[in-house]
T-cell receptor
Framework: NAGVTQTPKFRILKIGQSMTLQCAQD?????MYWYRQDPGMGLKLIYY???????DKGEVPNGYNVSRSTTEDFPLRLELAAPSQTSVYFC????????????FGSGTRLTVV | KNEVEQSPQNLTAQEGEFITINCSYS?????LHWLQQHPGGGIVSLFM???GKKKHGRLIATINIQEKHSSLHITASHPRDSAVYIC?????????????FGSGTQLTVLP
């Protein structure tokens, strides 16, 4: 099992550019999440999904969009990148039921200049 | 005030020392996670617990639901334990098993 695969690992964007962060899991997890991690702060939830076709906003959704067309994939789209979006982004997944732990991707370090 | 608070923020220890990292929370939770993040960034789940105590190798996690407090202990610490340790809670009133994270404890174990 590959677990949760995130690509790319690093990216530098110019202000106003757009990009998609890819996330795929092969564990048949229903729930998937995108978090951002800023220095000295806890991870903050951007968007989450409870299954294919269903997404919802988290704590910090502005400037981002997501889609969930399949159980496996949960891409995060940045439109019109801004310096405030410089962060490390983590995708994670878990089963719906209690007792299941989280699996995290390896992260994407994004710098907007 | 954050719903999940960790202490200390930074911790330096000598190899072999017993280490304790604390996590307190202010709301009802259904489970609490301890995570490890190494330099280079990947996050690994160490424990998920909703009561009592769990042990894995030199790591022990405890939780006291009444006191809204959890601790992560590392026995016989080693430089390879150097990492950021994060506690995260499933808030009972939250949806879709979202986690609320503490800000992390940077642990450095010196040889």
């Amino acid at each position: 099992n590959a677990g949760v695969t995130q690509t790319p690992k690093f990216r530098i964007l110019k202000i106003g550019q757009s990009m998609t962060l890819q996330c795929a899991q092969d564990m048949n997890h229903n729930y998937m999440y995108w978090y951002r991690q800023d220095p000295g702060m806890g991870l903050k939830l951007i968007y989450y999904s409870v299954g294919a076709g269903i997404t919802d906003k988290g704590e910090v959704p502005n400037g981002y969009n997501v889609s969930r067309s399949t159980t496996e994939d949960f891409p995060l789209r940045l439109e019109l990148a801004a310096p405030s979006q410089t962060s490390v982004y983590f995708c994670a997944s878990t089963h719906a039921g209690r007792g299941y732990g989280y699996t995290f991707g390896s992260g994407t370090r994004l710098t907007v200049v | 005030k954050n719903e999940v608070e960790q202490s200390p923020q930074n911790l330096t220890a000598q190899e072999g020392e017993f280490i304790t990292i604390n996590c307190s929370y202010s709301v009802g939770i259904s489970a609490l996670h301890w995570l490890q993040q190494h330099p280079g960034g990947g996050i690994v789940s160490l424990f998920m617990l909703s009561s009592g105590k769990k042990k894995h190798g030199r790591l022990i996690a405890t939780i006291n639901i009444q006191e809204k407090h959890s601790s992560l202990h590392i026995t016989a610490s080693h430089p390879r334990d150097s990492a950021v340790y994060i506690c995260a809670a499933h808030i009972s009133s939250g949806s879709a098993r979202q986690l609320t994270f503490g800000s992390g404890t940077q642990l450095t174990v010196l040889p």
